[in-house]
């Protein structure tokens, strides 16, 4: 199946797998009415020359698509619209969310990434490491031991134990601190 992406401000439609144009989009709209010279000289600097960016265009398509080969869900849409805001998403992560979700637990980790993420202790992590990490402090605050079967296939075996150390570290200052 080929998945293709519409560049309407190029006018191409596009590829996403191999980046290559396999159409164009043609406006047959009626042209819009101009009342003077200042309106024409204004339309005159919003027209782009197709292809102009056409370079930039298809090396973006080949970067998200080697980001879908390993392991990446890539929101084509957004991203070839500058809008980057959850435009990969790793596999594990949404993983995790449905993971925790099953377990009833989504919610209540949510709100302690907003505190942890408030705090600054968990930049630098990815989505499913927060989510993990907000696991493990979710244990030990009720003084369970968190065990790596539990987020098994979210996080690798060695991020485990670093965050989970991070986490004892966090926990232990917490209540040093009143």
Known sequence: MQR???EYSEGYVVDAET???VDRIYDYSPPRPRSDDSAVAENKKRVRVPGKGLGKLIKAYRRLVEYEKRGYIV???KALSNKMIKTLVHERSVKAEKYFAEKGLLDKLSKIVEDLD???VTSGMSF???LAFA???YKLARGETPKYSDVRGIVSESTFRRI???ARC???HAVEQP
Do not use: H, N, T
């Open 164 to 166: 989970r150390s991070k």
């Open 118 to 120: 408030a705090r600054g």
């Open 128 to 130: 499913r490491g927060r």
């Open 135 to 137: 696991y493990i402090v």
């Open 4 to 6: 293709l992406v519409y």
């Open 19 to 21: 980046g290559e144009v």
């Open 170 to 172: 966090f926990i232990q």
């Open 75 to 77: 929101d084509y849409e």
